[in-house]
Structure formats: C-alpha cells, structure tokens
C-alpha cells in the first residue's frame, strides 16, 4: 500500500476516533498544516556539536541559517567568569544548500582543532547581522579519567511534545555527562513536513545539542523510499542528514556519510548504517570497514551503534543481513556494548554466559511497540510502554550501564568489571530496580492492536 493510501486511512480513522470512544491521537508535530515556523532566518538555529575523532582536541559544529549567509564564523574562547570574553579564535565554516518545504536554507559546519583535554570552552556561530548565544562546552578528558555518557533510542515522533522531556530529565539526572549517542530514527519524515520535524527535535534537544558532544547513528526513516510502488523502488539517502551533523567522515567508503568512528577516553565507539547494510548491499563493505576499525583499537572498552538491532525485540522482524555479516565481527573483536533502536521497546541480552557483548534496545520517544515470544524468552529484562533514556559511567577497570524511565526511575542497570589480565565480568545490579512494565491497552488512540501507543 502507498504511503498516500496509508495517510488517508490514517485520517479516516482519526476523524472516526471520537464515535468509536477513543481519545484523538496526537499530532507529530505542534506546527499547524501550512505553518513555516520552522522557516530558516538570518540568525543562527540548530546549532549541534559533534565529536572528532579525538574530542579531548577538537569537535565540530553544525548550524542553519537562511541563503543570505555564506561561509560564516564560528568563535572560541577559553571559558572564564567574566563577560569579557578574551583571545577570542575565529574558524570559517563550509556551507551547503539545502531545499525543503520551509523553503532555501544553509547549512554550515566548522571543525575545531588544537584544543586543551578536559577544558572548558565558549563558542558562538555567525548568522547575518547576529551571532547565537555564547554555548560552553568542555573537551573530553583523556585516557583513565572517568566518563559519563547518555544514550536514547529512537525519538522520532512527538519530539517536542514528548521527546523533550526525556532530553531534559537524562541531562537532569547526569548534568555530568559530556556526550549522548542517539540509535538513529531521529525523525519520522516522509511526510511533506520533515524540515519542521527536523526543527522540533532541535527544540526537544535544546542546550544538549548545543553544549554537549552528540554522536548519532543514522536510521532508516533519515532515508526515504523513491519511485514507491514502482518497480523502480528503491531506498534513497534524506536530504537533511548529510547537511545537520558535523561528523568525522571517517566511514566505511560504501556508507560514507553514515558511518564513523571516535575515540572518547577509554572508549572506542563505531557508528554502523543498518538500513544501507540491509536494503543497499553495503553490510559486507561495512564488515570491513569495522573489522579495521576494531582490530586497531587501544582502548579497553568498544561500543557499537547502529539502529536496527542484531537480535529484534518486535514480532516479524529479522534482520538476517546484520547477523550473518557484521555480527561475526562483534564477536570476534568483543565488543562490550551494542546500543541500537528501530523496535521502540525495551530488551537486553548476552551470549549465554559470556560478560559481553551485551545487546541492548530502547527508545526514548512516544511511538511503542509490543514484545515479540521470543524477546520474552531471550531477553532480560524487557519493557513495553515506556519512555527511556540511559546512563554509561566509565573508568579503565569498570562500565557502569543504567536505564531509567522518563521518570527517573531505575529500570536495568549492570556492570562490566576488568581484572589485571584484561578479562572482563558482569555484574547484574538489580537494587532499586522497578517492577518489569508491560502495555495495559489493547490499541492505540487510532485502533491499532500491533502497538501500545502512537
């Protein structure tokens, strides 16, 4: 069926929801139809850093502006207690065009280097006639000194209106953390209104993205499907992706705008593309890429991101093409986390008795699935109907992972200990742990018995 043909039965039963004795469902975004709020103007928005490769000495920042600015000024300074801010430092950005239906705006990026671990700084972009606000941001530490993390499933839907509240209580909770990894499905696109969904997860994630260091993997509603319902069908790359973040570039060839890796203290972190893997045959090219990456890493720890999971906590989906290829590499290299998406509940696993790696699903927005048989037998423990966000704290001998509701409420937690001979053991952590949640409805506000909530 077409996405048109799904939009209007879609419709049809919102109009339907009130003599049917369901409450309306919500809006994906609060823009009214015809609204350009989200409209680029002369002053700087959607200001985002990203990690180098080595974010104890540089990160990158993307930012949006309308067409009238090109090539602007990113400006850096050490951060001190005075307004007066001195030795100021100015890095021209590159600029790219994009076309949406908010109309013509620039997208511009500017790398910084050459700078102090474990510093803070001050930053501020360049709009036309205005500058953003002065953003404080602080270098990542260097090797053995502790680190804390965020990470969040799948946004994707109701960014503002629900979304935001988890971005707010994370940063509530670890005001410490210096970076977030995001599983990808940032937004749901492929509506006509990708552009305002693209500016309301920017307004759901606020000063995180502007004072933190964002690492997201890319998913596979950042692409869309050309010449639907054609022969011709086929998986094209979104527009905004490549223009929004100011990643490393350091990826496999074959997925070169989706794929990347950093290293963050103790950490070696490797960003995977599963929809390219899947429905572009770029699984094996990427096989390599991350072997390569893997087998020349000094550090203790390894994390892998990516959106589509090895083992799918949903009932009917299998991603065949991510075990059989790129999870013998997982393995071989003993990879300690595999953080990922897509399913939009939440599941853990291992390999058997093994430490690691340890396989974990979740998600942060509202849109909720239900539990497959299988991810009830496999997976421990699970969740349905609940928004999440997790916590990672680590040093050289020790990963501390936690996932907390919305609510702030511990939901799992686990530890991943090093002894002297580099061997590694898991601890579960099941103090103050809540009781395991599942979906009290039978379907959602538009009549949908497969999900828990839209």
């Known amino acids: 069926m077409s996405r048109r043909c799904i939009n209007a039965l879609a419709l049809g039963l919102l109009l339907a929801m009130p003599a049917l004795g369901f409450a309306a469902a919500e809006p994906n975004t609060q823009v009214p139809v015809g609204s350009h709020h989200y409209a680029a103007t002369t002053v700087p928005d959607r200001i985002v850093a990203s990690p180098s490769v080595d974010p104890s000495q540089g990160f990158a920042v993307a930012w949006r502006t309308d067409d009238s600015v090109r ?43 050459g700078l102090k671990p474990h510093t803070l700084y001050v930053y501020r972009v360049q709009g036309n006639g205005s500058w953003s606000a002065w953003n404080q941001l602080r270098t990542l530490g260097k090797a053995g000194e502790p680190l804390t993390l965020l990470y969040f499933g799948d946004t994707q839907n109701k960014n503002l209106s629900h979304v935001s509240r988890v971005v707010r209580a994370a940063q509530k909770f670890a005001p410490e953390a210096r970076m977030s990894l995001f599983a990808g499905d940032l937004v749901s696109g492929g ?50 992706w490549p223009v929004t973040f100011a990643l490393p570039g350091n990826g496999a060839a074959a997925a070169a705008s989706s794929t990347y890796w950093f290293d963050v203290q103790d950490v070696r972190v490797a960003v995977l593309d599963g929809t390219s893997a899947l429905d572009l045959g770029t699984a094996q090219a990427q096989a390599q890429w991350l072997d390569r990456v893997l087998a020349n890493n000094p550090h203790p720890w390894t ?18 093409a991510l075990r059989d290829v790129l999870l013998p590499v997982v393995r071989r290299h003993n990879v300690d986390l595999v953080l990922q998406g897509h399913d939009h509940t939440y599941g853990r696993r291992g390999e ?8 974990v699903v979740t998600v942060a927005g509202p849109k909720q699935y239900r539990l497959s048989g299988e991810a009830r037998r496999t997976m421990d423990p699970v969740a349905e109907d609940t928004q999440l ?8 001998q020790h990963l501390r992972y936690e996932a907390r509701t919305v609510t ?18 898991r601890v579960e952590l099941r103090e103050n742990r809540i009781a395991p949640r599942d979906c009290p409805r039978a379907q959602t506000a538009k009549g949908r018995a497969d999900r828990c909530w839209e």
């Open 303 to 320: 994390i892998v991101l990516l959106h589509q999971p090895f083992y799918s906590p949903r009932e009917g989906r299998e991603n065949a």
């Open 352 to 359: 058997g008795e093994a430490a690691t790696p340890q396989y």
């Open 71 to 113: 090539a602007p000024l990113l400006e850096i300074a050490l951060a001190g207690d005075s307004p007066a801010i001195e030795g100021i430092r100015q890095v021209r950005a590159k600029t790219q065009v994009l076309q949406a239906e908010n109309g013509v705006s620039h997208h511009h990026r500017a790398e910084v280097d």
């Open 408 to 425: 702030g409420r511990l939901y799992d937690a686990f530890e991943l200990r090093r002894d002297a001979a580099g061997g590694k053991q």
């Open 389 to 396: 966000f997790q916590v990672l704290k680590i040093d050289p």
């Open 191 to 240: 509506d006509g209104a990708d552009d305002s969904e693209w500016g309301e997860w920017f307004a759901a994630t606020s000063w995180l993205a502007q004072e933190t260091l964002v690492a997201p993997a890319i998913g596979n509603h950042e692409y869309f499907e050309a010449f639907e319902d054609t022969p011709q069908e086929r998986r094209v790359l979104g527009k905004h």
